[in-house]
């Protein structure tokens, strides 16, 4: 999904337009969605999508590959809000940076393990 959008190459109005994608995607497709399988089709096909949380780790890197150095105001307003849904709803472990100054109890806390 990330590998094909080149963010450094376009100009503000094609990335707003990319981060409003992934706004609408973050909206309206974070969860699973329900197998189409009652209405006669068969289990994994197309239509038996995915959400967004079930790429993990790939769809975190991805989105701060994306979001990393923009600059726009209009911009940063969607990258903020689609952030803040990424920290609450993500595992974000992995891509968290702990200084070696943090006390013990902000390091847990940090990675969720308190």
């Given at each position: 999904?990330?590998?094909?959008?080149?963010?450094?190459?376009?100009?503000?109005?094609?990335?707003y337009?990319?981060?409003s994608?992934?706004?609408?995607?973050?909206?309206?497709?974070?969860?699973?969605?329900?197998?189409?399988?009652?209405?006669?089709?068969?289990?994994?096909?197309?239509?038996?999508?995915?959400?967004?949380?079930?790429?993990?780790?790939?769809?975190?890197?991805?989105?701060?590959?994306?979001?990393?150095?923009?600059?726009d105001?209009?911009?940063?307003?969607?990258?903020?809000?689609?952030?803040?849904?990424?920290?609450?709803?993500?595992?974000?472990?992995?891509?968290?940076?702990?200084?070696?100054?943090?006390?013990?109890?902000?390091?847990?806390?940090?990675?969720?393990?308190?």
């Open positions: 999904m990330f590998a094909h959008v080149k963010m450094r190459a376009l100009t503000v109005h094609p990335r337009a990319v981060f994608i992934l706004d609408t995607l973050m909206s309206n497709h974070r969860e699973s969605t329900p197998s189409f399988a009652f209405l006669g089709y068969p289990a994994g096909d197309i239509r038996d999508l995915t959400g967004l949380k079930s790429m993990g780790k790939e769809f975190v890197a991805g989105y701060h590959n994306i979001a990393d150095g923009e600059k105001p209009r911009n940063l307003l969607l990258t903020f809000s689609i952030g803040r849904v990424v920290l609450i709803e993500f595992d974000i472990s992995s891509h968290v940076e702990v200084s070696s100054h943090a006390s013990p109890f902000e390091a847990k806390s940090l990675l969720g393990h308190v």
